[in-house]
């Protein structure tokens, strides 16, 4: 039980974290487009003249 | 992939020589614009595009040249709109022909090759490419050019401050709704071990710290996530009203400071999840408001945006056909313009040269297309769809029949309707009540069992919803509009909605409402050997040159049935009488029989049926024939009357005609009280009548000549039609000349006060339900925010089905054709 003395907080400052990085990537645009890159991923790049 | 142009898919025309190797094979091409748009694309390397892609490409017509007015963003002044710092350059384009995931890849894999270029990102939803490119290395010119060489067309996107507003907010709300979901999560997962725990076994050190750390996690929730509620009360206590946020911000506020002293002295009851909890689901209920909002503004949004920025002027038409790129703010009536197809008509004119389709769907909900030719008029905002065209510009942009919609629109966003000004004056006494009675259920409770009264009283805050009901009817009324507005129909007065599903009687106008307004040739009748078509012909050829509307009816007529046409020459017309020519050397005359016998020799006996103007044929000693004429009725009219008699509200006909024409008229539709030969005093007398003996009265009218009685009646449509329905002053417009659109508002009508109905019902059920149980302590904080937020989400939900209704099943055939002939 001990454990939980150091997971809770551990818990709590992971939250804060995670709400940091959402807004990061809110302010990049990650959520601007949820069609594009779905399809996009299906697309294979390995065989272009790149 | 069929075996039309492999880029476009377009059927190949005959003399198609065009040819473009991709992958070792020798592909057809249509046009030597997509064949220039597949060779660049073969040779930047790119040709898996066409393995990769799952819809052909859009047709490339014009590839090649970038048109000149898009060469004006590279002038220096034009440039300072994209500049992002000292170096780089930013922009947003607007792109036009993405059919499928491959040119997603297609034209982010071309961008980046451009020189410059550094980052490029295309959204596929929103069909918006942004581009951040280095000054120095390239200009705008060349990456628009290099998208259309690859077969696209894009152009800067002009930002409407207002779509970048609502994004914004979209994505605020969209922030706190996240950020108030995880810290409810997490606050549940501390929460829970204190429900679960047998008295005793959970050590009050652990307790006390999982106390804390929800503390900390609700305080992002309360100070970030419930910002708008918040705001919501403050503004409107500062306006001495009661809204719907009060109480939930009451609510948050007692429940989180409860809970702060009771972590703060370490003993007594914390609601940290009930409070998250609370906050999330009321967000969720929020943004999906605001989405369906926001679907409901796209369809005005489209309007909007639908008129072009330029226009090529002609400026030496017709010696000339040199092209000048001008803003179409410029236009000025009497301009000439050439509208290419694929582009919007930047003003309204009428063609001078050339035949094309347009596809008016913005502008009247119609989606099929419209043939036009030389002399029609055009809208602005149409969309030619097939070929060139010459319009001379008949009106300035701001007088255009889309700025008179616009107009409309403006006028129709002002007000609510009574129903909406009721269920928010209602929500604000009911709020005031709800608070006097949380005050007296605290009361109670603290004398009666002191430990309870917080948890109580922050339960009755919660759990009384007058969310449902302040959002039961505008957003009901919201989707019903777009749905509208979508199929034609715009509504300028709100109250249209609420009252046309007691209408108890429906009024028509005759002329230009259940007729089109234009005459149509209804039956021939022969009295020689001489055949109906071939009178029909030989009347044609005397009336062609003839701009009389009875002549273009008889032509028209001509045209649509008959093949190989007859020459007249020598005509010679004699006003309000009619023409005479000879055909073959032989003197015919059409007109009136008067005229007519004066060449016939002869008299006519003969009766001409109610309703029908005729004209007769006629040659040296024989009369020919006679063309019934008659003003066509729509061909959707007969169901409309049907539909609404049907429906047990009496229809009446009420014609400024003569009696037996709008007898004769209403005859046909199966109106049984007809008025005609009424003044448009008399008309307004009859309705007034009408409303003196209780009844609720509709009135459709063609909005000019109506304008007293539309204004009378107590809901009135107008048959909308160019720039005059600026001045209509009915409640409702048909942009479409389908007079089923009526029916079609009627019955959504009837569905949109059903559904409001079913929204106030709920709310109310659920409130006399749910407010004496948290009174009585039957429901703790965490179920009443459960409670209170899924019956605002239901409401909200109920309300969007109203997008889903399809257009009634009344429709047959052609849109607004006359009759048939009946030869």
């Known amino acids: 039980m001990e454990a939980l003395y150091l997971l809770i907080p551990l818990s709590t400052g992971l939250v804060f974290f995670a709400i940091w990085l959402f807004f990061k990537a809110s302010d990049s645009g990650q959520f601007e487009d949820l069609q594009g890159p779905a399809e996009r991923i299906l697309q294979d790049d390995d065989n272009t003249a790149d | 992939m069929g075996t039309g142009c492999y880029h476009c898919g377009l059927d190949m025309p005959p003399d198609a020589h065009w040819s473009v190797r991709i992958d070792g094979v020798d592909r057809a091409m249509c046009c030597p614009g997509c064949a220039a748009a597949a060779q660049t694309i073969v040779e930047m390397g790119l040709e898996d595009y066409y393995r990769n892609r799952s819809a052909f490409s859009a047709k490339v017509d014009g590839a090649g040249a970038l048109p000149p007015e898009l060469l004006l963003y590279d002038l220096p002044q034009a440039q300072e709109q994209f500049e992002l710092d000292g170096e780089h350059a930013e922009a947003t384009l607007t792109l036009e022909g993405i059919r499928c995931a491959a040119c997603v890849w297609l034209i982010e894999r071309r961008l980046t090759r451009v020189p410059g270029v550094q980052a490029v990102n295309l959204n596929a939803s929103t069909e918006r490419l942004y581009v951040r490119w280095s000054k120095a290395l390239c200009k705008p010119s060349d990456i628009l050019q290099a998208v259309r060489d690859i077969g696209y067309r894009a152009y800067p996107y002009d930002a409407a401050r207002h779509d970048a507003q609502l994004r914004r907010a979209g994505k605020t709300l969209f922030r706190q709704l996240f950020v108030a979901g995880l810290s409810m999560m997490q606050v549940m997962m501390y929460a829970i071990p204190a429900y679960l725990a047998d008295d005793g076994t959970l050590d009050t050190d652990m307790a006390g710290l999982m106390r804390w750390a929800s503390l900390l996690l609700t305080i992002p929730a309360v100070c970030y996530s419930a910002l708008p509620f918040f705001r919501g009360a403050y503004a409107n206590l500062r306006q001495r009203v009661l809204g719907m946020d009060v109480p939930v911000a009451l609510g948050i506020t007692a429940a989180f400071g409860a809970s702060v002293v009771a972590v703060w002295r370490g003993s007594g009851e914390v609601y940290f999840d ?120 008949s009106k300035v942009a701001a007088d255009s029949t889309l700025a008179a919609l616009l107009k409309l629109i403006e006028r129709a966003g002002n007000g609510k309707p009574r129903i909406a000004m009721w269920a928010d004056s209602v929500a604000s006494w009911f709020v005031a009540a709800l608070l006097l009675f949380a005050v007296a259920v605290f009361a109670f409770w603290q004398w009666h069992d002191a430990a309870r009264a917080w948890p109580i009283a922050i339960a009755v805050l919660v759990v009384s919803c007058p969310c449902a009901l302040s959002l039961a009817t505008p957003t009901a009324l919201a989707a019903a509009t777009d749905r509208l507005v979508r199929q034609g129909v715009l509504i300028v007065q709100p109250h249209v909605l609420e009252v046309l599903h007691r209408t108890t009687h429906i009024v028509f106008d005759k ?82 029989a008067a005229y007519v016998a004066e060449l016939t020799g002869r008299p006519l006996n003969d009766r001409v049926p109610a309703g029908m103007t005729p004209v007769y044929l006629g040659c040296s000693g024989t009369w020919l024939a006679r063309f019934d004429l008659s003003d066509a009725i729509r061909s959707d009219a007969q169901q409309v009357v049907r539909h609404f008699q049907k429906l047990g509200k009496n229809v009446i006909l009420l014609s400024g005609d003569q009696q037996d024409v709008a007898q004769y008229v209403g005859g046909k539709l199966g109106i049984n009280e007809v008025h005609g ?11 007034q009548a009408l409303q003196q003996q209780g009844a609720i009265v509709a009135m459709v009218g063609d909005g000019i000549n109506d304008a007293a009685v539309l204004r009378a009646a107590d809901v009135s449509f107008a048959m909308g039609s160019g720039a005059e329905l600026a001045q209509t002053h009915a409640d409702t417009v048909l942009l479409s000349p389908r007079l089923s659109a009526i029916a079609d508002t009627a019955e959504l009508a009837a569905r949109t006060m059903r559904i409001i109905r079913q929204n106030l019902a709920w709310a109310s059920v659920y409130n006399l339900i749910a407010i004496p149980a948290a009174a009585m302590g039957w429901i703790n904080p965490w179920m009443s925010g459960i409670g209170m937020s899924v019956s605002s989400a239901l409401v909200v939900l109920n309300a969007l089905r109203l997008r889903r209704v399809q257009r009634l099943k009344l429709r047959t055939g052609p849109t607004h054709s006359p009759h048939p002939l009946r030869a």
């Open chain 2, 274 to 393: 009930s409070v998250t909890m609370f906050i999330f689901l009321l967000l969720c209920s929020r943004y999906l408001e605001l989405i369906a909002r926001r679907k409901a503004a796209g369809a005005l949004e489209k309007l909007q945006h639908a008129l072009p920025a330029s226009a090529a002027r002609l400026t030496a038409y017709p010696a000339q056909r040199e092209v000048t790129v001008v803003a179409a703010a410029e236009l000025r009536a009497g301009d000439y313009i050439l509208v290419k197809p694929g582009e919007a008509i930047p003003a309204d004119g009428e063609i001078v040269s050339g035949e094309t389709s347009v596809d008016m769907s913005l502008l009247t909900g119609e989606s099929a297309a419209l043939r036009k030719r030389k002399g029609d008029y055009l809208p602005g905002g149409a969309i030619n769809i097939a070929q060139a065209v010459v319009l001379r510009v």
């Open chain 2, 677 to 687: 030969a009424c003044l448009p005093e008399q008309k307004l007398a009859f309705v």
């Open chain 2, 511 to 592: 002329t230009g409402t259940l007729t089109i307004g234009k005459p149509a040739l209804h039956k021939v009748i022969t009295f020689d050997e001489m055949e109906g078509p071939a009178c029909l012909q030989f009347a044609a050829a005397l009336e062609t040159n003839s701009a009389h509307p009875l002549a273009q009816a008889i032509v028209a007529a001509a045209n649509s049935t008959l093949v190989g046409a007859v020459i007249a020459d020598e005509v010679v017309s004699r006003a309000g009488q009619g023409l005479e020519g000879l055909v073959d050397g032989i003197p015919y005359r059409l007109g009136n």
